[in-house]
């Protein structure tokens, strides 16, 4: 596995990493012994970069993650989160980005993850109701204790970042980003790339639609976060499912899989890009991890541009945009 380099001071991360959301919630049910399988898969594979949250779970992900990379720790980019707060039975307590917030879900993180730093730590969310200056301020202060060695921030709006990059350094942005998920070209990217700031793309492949194998939300778990995404509900499913056979027959002609053509797309939108598909299962993380050595060239992008157009996806990526891009 090749590395890429995040930001400008020094960050060089796998170049496809692995989003460990899912091994804990969200997407059905969890088997805590696979998702371990896959994280030691991934790291025998050179899949290095690990992303994380408090708020998965919640907690629960963290500790999975902790546990799983004892005692290979410098193999390990360790990413993870804070900003959603949740109760300890789930519930949802809103976003804090207050600074002794920040220094207690930091001591939280650590003491959960088994470690002492965290390499790479991003706000989760914006929290609207306090200045993003303190919320980076009191970030910095834990780079200076050697707690942190680098800021991100996920889901910021280009103004927000500015700001947030005048008070200390931001390594990475991390926002949702794939064939169906095309926002950031507008402004996001333009802002980082003239900052000098990584960008790392979640759910690069469309929570897992990209790769083809979800028709219907009937092939999804009852508990299963994706049945509420409108991108999943009606006749926005039907017009997306239209808009991934024409990419799955362009993999088809390749010999490769969708996810892998989705995930190359990815990659070839700059050096500077990282994406971070998540999976709990070992089989995927192979498939996804292979993705870096398709090869698309100047035709098979065209391909891929036609068939799968920027704007063209029906539906918003969440039930609720009110959290992002601020």
């Not at 996920?154 to 700001?163: G, L, V």
């Not at 949702?176 to 507008?186: G, K, M, V």
């Not at 092939?219 to 926005?236: A, M, T």
């Not at 050096?271 to 070992?282: A, C, L, N, W, Y």
């Amino acid at each position: 596995m090749e590395k890429r380099k995040l930001g400008t001071r020094g960050l060089e991360v796998s170049t496809i990493g692995l989003g460990c959301m899912g091994m804990s919630e969200f997407y059905g049910r969890a088997d805590e012994g696979e998702a371990t399988a896959t994280i030691y898969r991934a790291l025998d594979l050179g899949v290095s970069f690990l992303d994380t949250a408090d708020m998965y779970g919640p907690f629960t992900n963290e500790r999975l993650v902790g546990k799983a990379i004892s005692g290979r720790r410098d193999e390990v980019v360790l990413a993870t989160k804070f900003g959603n707060v949740r109760g300890p039975n789930g519930e949802r307590l809103g976003i804090r980005g207050d600074p002794e917030y920040v220094r207690g879900a930091c001591e939280a993180s650590l003491a959960r993850l088994g470690v002492d730093h965290i390499d790479l730590y991003y706000q989760h969310r914006v929290d609207p109701n306090t200045p993003i200056e303190e919320t980076v301020g009191a970030m910095a202060e834990l780079v200076r204790a050697g707690k942190v060695r680098h800021l991100g921030l996920s889901e910021a709006a280009p103004a927000t970042i500015r700001r947030a990059h005048a008070v200390h350094p931001i390594t990475a942005l991390q926002t949702e980003y794939s064939l169906w998920s095309r926002d950031p070209e507008e402004e996001i990217l333009p802002t980082i790339r003239e900052l000098g700031i990584g960008f790392v793309a979640y759910s690069p492949l469309g929570r897992g639609f990209l790769t083809g194998a979800i028709r219907s939300v009937e092939d999804l778990d009852p508990e299963d976060f994706r049945r509420h995404n409108p991108r999943f509900q009606g006749q926005n499913l039907r017009r997306n499912l239209d808009l991934v056979d024409r990419v799955r027959e362009i993999a088809r002609e390749k010999g490769v899989a969708a996810s892998q053509l989705a995930l190359a797309w990815v990659l070839r939108r700059g050096d500077d890009i990282v994406p971070i598909p998540g999976t709990k299962h070992v089989r995927y993380m192979e498939v996804n991890a292979a993705a870096v050595e398709v090869e698309l060239n100047e035709d098979d992008l065209d391909r891929i541009e036609s068939a799968f157009p920027r704007g063209a996806p029906a539906g918003d990526r969440y039930p609720d945009m009110s959290t992002v891009n601020i």
